[in-house]
């Protein structure tokens, strides 16, 4: 197992196969483990996880930041300057997505493309709290979660998906924010996927990502019809082939 330092705790990651760099980003109450099932698509990357601190087999943290998706972000830095990569390609779902964009604002001199799957976008939906809420609730109460949340993310699961609440509850009271800057400004080109219907996101999201991609320099987006949460695995084959066209367009 490969790790590298970060504020003096050890962060996991993993280097699979050989190519451009493809960097995998998850989101929150996951790990690098999600990705697993989707890899063989990508057989033509050197593919790049990452468990963040406090998931997967990274190290544990005594609270989650309140920014946490903008410290990902710096960690998501850190792990490129540790294997002195360049010209990444980011691909971050869910919670993820704020992450990939955040990392190609802190250093787009590492970053050549960013792929946002299945988010919110420029600001959380109305009613996104209750949606926490309701999760929240389900957590304990739902077999099958239950049992994603232990494979992910380990036997402390259950502590894990509590400070990652916190975490979320005082991100929407201090109305911080989601980006470290204006979109406007985003050097590197930005393809956002996500499904036709994701009970996890904004019903309108086709006009969201719509507005994100006339706002950013380069900007696109594809709305995929198979229902679920995220995107990448649900429509996983139609995923894949999108996220390869758009690399070979910008690279």
């Keep these: 197992m490969s790790f590298f330092s970060y504020k003096g705790k050890n962060v996991f990651y993993e280097t699979i196969g050989e190519g451009k760099p493809l960097v995998f980003l998850h989101g929150n109450t996951s790990s690098s483990k999600l990705f697993m099932p989707i890899l063989p698509l990508y057989n033509d990357f050197q593919v790049i996880l990452i468990d963040f601190l406090g998931y997967g ?19 998501t830095v850190a792990l ?19 992450v990939a964009i ?10 050549a493309t960013v792929t946002a799957d299945s988010f919110d976008g420029r600001t959380f939906h109305e009613g996104f709290d209750e949606t926490l809420l309701a999760k929240s609730c389900s957590n304990q109460t739902d077999f099958e979660t239950s049992q994603y949340y232990h494979w992910c993310i380990g036997d402390d699961w259950e502590e894990v998906v ?21 979109l406007q400004i985003l050097q590197a080109p930005l393809l956002l996927t996500a499904t036709k219907k994701d009970e996890t996101i904004r019903p309108n999201i086709e006009r969201e990502y719509r507005a994100i991609a006339g706002e950013v320099v380069n900007g ?7 229902p679920g949460h995220p995107a990448i695995g649900t429509s996983a084959e139609e995923v894949a082939e999108t996220i390869n066209q758009f ?4 690279n």
């Design 80 to 98: 490129l300057e540790h294997l002195n990569i360049r010209e990444a390609n980011l691909v971050g779902t869910s919670g993820g997505a704020w």
């Design 162 to 182: 509590e400070q990652d609440t916190d975490s979320m509850w005082r991100l929407i009271i201090s109305r911080r924010e989601l980006f470290f800057d204006s």
């Design 220 to 226: 696109q987006f594809k709305i995929f019809d198979n």
């Design 57 to 75: 087999q990274s190290d544990r943290l005594d609270k989650f930041p309140t920014e946490l998706w903008k410290d990902e972000a710096r960690q």
């Design 102 to 111: 955040n990392a190609a604002f802190l250093r787009p001199d590492l970053i």
């Design 247 to 250: 690399i070979t367009e910008f």
